[in-house]
């Protein structure tokens, strides 16, 4: 399985917020930090807010902290929210694509049962098992 960028640093994104959970981050901050746009980072953002992973705050001494402990915060969950409308392959999308063998093919269930164990295992692992640790952001 292969996620989109958007939810690659989104994933990293919340790792960084998680290495010092009492401090807000500004896009400015981590978009320079992951050498990313901020545009781009500015969407994700809004797509860890909206999902009520991250909490965000304008104007002087604003920026975005997490949500809640970084304990709590489950992966599956995570790349759940930020993979919501990319199919795993095209069948998988909305009005099922153009592929010919549809109604024969046996892939599907396969595939379907692929993603599933990707996602529990995703299930077990939280925030703080991946978040980075001060001597690690030093040393990076």
Do not use: W
Request: with cysteine; charged share 25%; aromatic share 4%.
């Amino acid at each position: 399985m292969r996620l989109t960028s958007f939810t690659d640093y989104g994933l990293r994104m919340l790792m960084r917020m998680a290495s010092a959970p009492e401090r807000a981050f500004t896009t400015a901050e981590l978009a320079e930090e992951f050498d990313l746009s901020r545009n781009h980072l500015s969407k994700i953002m809004q797509r860890l807010a909206q999902g009520g992973l991250v909490a965000t705050r304008r104007g002087g001494g604003g920026g975005a902290m997490l949500a809640c402990a970084p304990r709590d915060i489950r992966l599956g969950a995570v790349v759940r929210l930020l993979e919501e409308g990319q199919a795993l392959v095209e069948c998988f999308g909305p009005g099922g694509g153009d592929c010919t063998i549809t109604g024969c093919c046996r892939m599907k269930a396969r595939l379907r049962s692929a993603e599933a164990a990707f996602l529990a295992d995703l299930d077990r692992t939280t925030l703080a098992d991946i978040a980075l640790s001060p001597v690690e952001l030093n040393a990076a």
